[in-house]
Structure formats: C-alpha cells, structure tokens
C-alpha cells in the first residue's frame, strides 16, 4: 500500500467518484480498478505489489523508463523557483523559451518555431485554425477543408476527434465537425485484398488526390496522418505510401500535417517519425515524449513557410492555453530531453534495441494465432487472425484482443489491444533482456487465449 496515500478502499472511492476516459464504468466499477502505485525503469507495480513490464509505455509515453530522479529534481527546482507563469501578454519564462529552442533544433531547418499547448489533443486544435489562419493571410480564404484519415487518432477535443476517423467517437456527441473529410487508411492487412503491399500503399495515397480533386484544390487547407497509426493498432505504412502523400502535398499545394503526438522524440528512432519516413512537413504536433509524461506538455511545430506570415502578416494569432509554456512542464521537458540526447536513446532505438525487438517480436508471427508481427523502432503491432493462410480475421475482434491482453496482464506484462491487434510500446531504456521477457510473455498469452479458444 501507498505511504502517501493510505488509504486501504482507494477502488470503492474510484467507483463513487472518478469517471475514467474511454472506459464502460460500469463494468469497471464492478470489476474494480487497478490502483498503479509505483514505477521504476520498464516496470509498473499496483496495489496489490503485483510488478508488470509496461509494454505500453504508459499510454505511449514514458520514453525514459519510470522514476527518473533528475527530473523530479528539475521539476523541485523549477516549483521552487517559480511555479507558473503565462506565456500570453508579453511574457515568457527561462526553461519555456529554452524549451522552444532545444525542441525546434531536433525538428529539421523547416522548423524554427514551436506553440506550446497543455496536451496533444490541443496541439491538434492549434494547427487546424492555423492553417486557416495562414490561407487567409496569403489571399486563399476559401482553403479551410481539411483530409483526415478513417482510423486515425489526433485526439479527444471537439477538434482532434473529428480530425481523427474513429467511428465510436464520432458517434458521441455529433462529430466530425463540418470541414473535415477523411480517405481510406493504409492498413494492407486488413484492407488490401488482393494487392501487394507497394500497391497498396500506393492506391490509399491516391485517394488524398481523388479527394482534392472532388472537394477542389482551392478549397482544401491541410492533410494530417500520424507517420505510424497508433491507436488504431501501430499500422504500418507500406514503403510507397508516404512519398506518394508527399508528392500529392507539392504538387497541390496542400499543407502537410504530420501528427508526432507518439512517432515524435525517438519512438521511431529518429526524432521525429517525419525524419524517419524523409517526408517535409508544415506542421507536426507533438507531446507524450517531449516530456515522457511526466508532467502534461504539447506542442505544435510550425514551419518557416507558416511561421513567416504568421510573424509578418498576421498580427495576433488569437488562440492559446493557460498552460501554453507552463515553466515547471518546461522545465521537465527540457531535462527529458537532456537524458534523451545524453543517453542516446534516439540512436540506441535506430542501432541497437530497435532491430533486437523486431528480431523478438517478429518472430512471434511464428505463432498460429498470429497473421503478422510488424514493428518500427519501438512500436509493435501483432494481427492476431483465425487463419493466418487466408488472412481470415476473427468474427468477434474485440473479444480476441481482449482475451491476449487480460492474459498478458495476468502474467505480468502490459500491452494494448486494438480490436485484433496487439500493440506494444516499451520505454525507449528498455534492456534486451526486458525485450526477451516481452516476447515471452506475449507468447505465453498467445498460448493461453489460443487453448481457450480452440481447446
Ligand atoms: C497521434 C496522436 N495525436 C494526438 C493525441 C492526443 O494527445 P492527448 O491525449 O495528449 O491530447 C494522441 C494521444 O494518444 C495521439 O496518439
């Protein structure tokens, strides 16, 4: 049990009185909530003293592992020094500014300017109008639709979720909001039928053309994709598909919005998930990573092209957030990023750990249940499937992800499922010997909800 938070009935308090997000309380009040407690490096302990490997990162974030005194130091000092300060009417404050600068030199010579904002949801806001904001400054107005994908994820504001093209949020609370058209996704698995991967890859870009071609291109403002779908279950592009979006981008002159909200700050072993697949970005959100979750921070990477006439012609840019630039959330980030650089955990997900967990966790495809284990740096997804020859998917894919994850939970490892697909994300410090436990693990749940499933 805690020390500082004693007491012993912390479920029943939860059940009375906390509404968690994306969770059926119902169920979750009478199965009860796990109580996390502690963390250290990969690991995770709850109220009950039970450890876990978290696969997942938290919820894709923690890069540099659990309980990192340096930044609790950081953030001591900083809370010493001066707890909070706005970022609006002329005002800055030393690790905010620093931040701006140490952020923008990891993101290529496009990007010189960051907009702080408290999460990557509003990150995601603060580009949409942006980019409105930017076509009306060049005389082009009419140029506000913005192409999204089905089964993208950009967030949970009235905003990030329309851009998103998640069906079960869109049907709460009437979204998307007018403006926002979303195309097909790349995910060959599930979706490409009889094309080769490359073909694939390639006709999905091509629906970003199809659909400037429907709307016009003179009214189309912006695309954004995550470089790597996450929550949709860490979809893999095929090779062919992002140069062809960036091509189309060019050649339309349609921003190019490149979601870093998890590929960003190592994930894919370059900084940013843009770097990894050679696209150029106008914009890129950012967050999890850029302070490994520590304390809430995001951010909206905005290049010379926007930033330009937003400095020169715009004026003011009405938008910001009380926490734009919270110094103490600054200051967490900028040691996050000092260990980051210090420990070379960006080049160690390129070289080293990266290509060892692609090894491990590649070779669970072995398995009868699985139809494809893919990953890209440290993110893995696994499709599980009900017959990997035909590419048979099961009938109910929820339960299926469920059950492999409640049986990797139960022997100590934590991983997501997204309808039939496993998703892993481990802390970018994690050891080879970690990334062993993980494979076996995985397999023991594979093990396990296959004899429950066929017997
Ligand atoms: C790609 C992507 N964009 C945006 C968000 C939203 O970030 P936040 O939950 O910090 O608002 C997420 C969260 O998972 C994400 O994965």
New binding site residues.
């Given amino acids: 049990m805690s020390d500082t938070y004693p007491p012993s009935n912390l479920a029943a308090i939860d059940a009375a009185h906390h509404l968690h997000p994306f969770s059926d309380m119902k169920k979750l009040n009478a199965e009860g909530t796990r109580i996390i407690e502690r963390g250290e490096g990969v690991h995770i302990f709850d109220s009950n003293g039970k450890k876990y490997l978290d696969g997942f990162a938290g919820?894709?974030c923690v890069n540099i592992g659990y309980g990192r005194r340096e930044i609790a130091d950081a953030v001591a000092r900083q809370m010493n020094e001066l707890a909070y300060y706005n970022t609006f009417f002329g005002t800055t404050s030393p690790p905010t500014t620093l931040l701006a600068q140490k952020v923008t030199s990891k993101a290529g010579p496009r990007f010189n300017h960051v907009f702080f904002t408290g999460?990557?949801?509003?990150a995601?806001d603060t580009w949409l109008r942006m980019a409105r904001v930017y076509w009306a400054a060049v005389g082009r107005p009419e140029k506000k639709t913005v192409i999204a994908r089905r089964n993208g994820?950009?967030?949970?504001t009235v905003a990030?979720a329309s851009l998103g093209g998640m069906k079960y949020m869109h049907e709460q609370g009437d979204l998307p909001i007018p403006g926002i058209v979303h195309i097909g996704q790349p995910y060959w698995y599930g979706e490409g039928g009889d094309l080769s991967p490359a073909e694939f890859g390639l006709k999905v870009a091509r629906e970003l053309e199809e659909k400037i071609d429907e709307l016009g291109e003179d009214n189309v403002a912006a695309f954004v994709a995550?470089p790597v779908q996450?929550?949709a279950g860490v979809i893999i592009p095929p090779a062919t598909y992002w140069p062809e979006i960036d091509r189309i981008c060019k050649a339309r002159n349609i921003l190019l919005v490149t979601?870093e909200?998890?590929c960003g700050f190592g994930r894919l072993g370059e900084w940013f998930g843009h770097q990894h697949f050679g696209v150029e970005p106008d914009f890129a959100?950012i967050?999890?990573g850029l302070s490994s979750g520590y304390l809430p921070i995001?951010g909206l990477l905005v290049s010379d092209r926007i930033a330009d006439v937003l400095i020169g012609e715009v004026g003011d840019f009405n938008h910001g957030f009380t926490y734009s630039g919270h110094p103490v959330c600054a200051a967490a980030a900028l040691e996050n990023l000092r260990i980051i650089e210090e420990e070379k955990l960006v080049e160690r997900v390129r070289d080293d750990i990266g290509p060892y967990f692609a090894q491990k966790w590649g070779a669970l495809a072995e398995h009868d249940f699985v139809g494809e284990a893919q990953s890209i740096g440290l993110m893995g997804g696994l499709q599980l499937a009900a017959d990997k020859k035909t590419r048979t998917r099961f009938e109910k894919p929820d339960a299926i992800g469920a059950l492999v994850r409640n049986h990797a939970l139960a022997n100590g490892l934590v991983l997501r499922a997204t309808g039939d697909r496993m998703l892993a994300s481990p802390p970018l410090v994690i050891s080879h010997e970690e990334v062993d436990e993980m494979a076996r693990i995985a397999r023991i749940a594979l093990d396990a909800a296959w004899k429950e499933l066929r017997g």
């Fill in positions: 919820l894709w999460s990557g949801s509003e995601n994820y950009h967030g949970s990030g995550e996450g929550a979601d909200v998890i959100p967050a999890k995001g």
